[in-house]
């Protein structure tokens, strides 16, 4: 999306909480990949109309999106992985400070490697995919069996900044990263057991739902 119309609607977006906007601030300090405004803005309005009770986030950086989606769902629970020590650490400072901070349980360690704890709080009926672009089929692989009869998989930055769009890719790394998203978005789409939209909002959001047993 052009700019301008980006920033027309950052412009009237609703004012955040302050400990939210500390943290916005500090993504922007330290350079955290935190989900752009109006992409967290887009997904949290499909929340709302989800009303997921449980949700399952891998990717929590240094915890924002995991509190705004626990502010906005008072009643849900949102466990959330990171395997970033650093990360990790600064992420229990900020949940610490919120009430809603008490809803999330956060877990240290690699997506790929904590299935097993993960699963003893599951069912999810929603999980949100925000971690390495490389690994989101894997991560698909091996949570989507946790979902709920009804539900959805969001996954981040399934766009790249519009890069999958490119026919050439000059860096290395970035190619094999753009082919690696080309290939799961297109995996997704064909995905027998879900239906997907993909939203060229933010980094581009992919919204998969479980299509369950009647139809
Ligand atoms: N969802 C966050 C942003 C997440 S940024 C928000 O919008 O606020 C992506 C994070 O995923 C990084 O902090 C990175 O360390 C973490 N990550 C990447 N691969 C991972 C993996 N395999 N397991 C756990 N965390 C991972
Ligand atoms: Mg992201």
Redesign the pocket.
């Known amino acids: 999306m052009n700019e301008q119309v980006i920033g027309y609607i950052e412009s009237i977006v609703k004012i955040r909480p302050a400990l939210i906007t500390e943290m916005e601030q500090y993504a922007v300090v330290h350079s955290v990949?935190?989900?752009e405004l109006v992409g967290?803005e887009a997904l949290l309005g499909m929340l709302r109309i989800q009303q997921p009770k449980r949700i399952l986030?891998?990717?929590?950086?240094?915890g924002?999106?995991a509190l705004r989606m626990a502010e906005v769902l008072p009643k849900a629970t949102v466990v959330t992985?990171?395997?970033?020590e650093g990360?990790f650490e600064a992420a229990q400072g900020f949940l610490s400070r919120s009430p809603d901070g008490k809803r999330v349980v956060s877990i240290f360690g690699?997506?790929?490697e904590v299935a097993v704890e993960v699963e003893k709080h599951g069912p999810y009926d929603a999980i949100f995919i925000?971690?390495?672009k490389g690994?989101y089929l894997k991560f698909f692989e091996l949570y989507s069996s946790m979902l709920s009869e009804n539900g959805v998989v969001y996954s981040d930055n399934v766009l790249f900044k519009g890069l999958v769009a490119e026919e050439q890719v000059e860096q290395k790394r970035i190619r094999n990263m753009v082919k690696k998203l080309q290939n799961y978005n297109a995996w997704l789409m064909n995905h027998e057991e879900f239906d997907t939209s993909i939203l060229p909002v933010g980094d581009g959001i992919a919204i998969s739902k479980k299509r369950g047993e009647q139809r």
């Open positions: 990949p935190i989900m967290i986030e891998i990717g929590t950086a240094i924002y999106s992985l990171e395997r970033d990360r690699d997506a790929l925000d971690a390495a690994q």
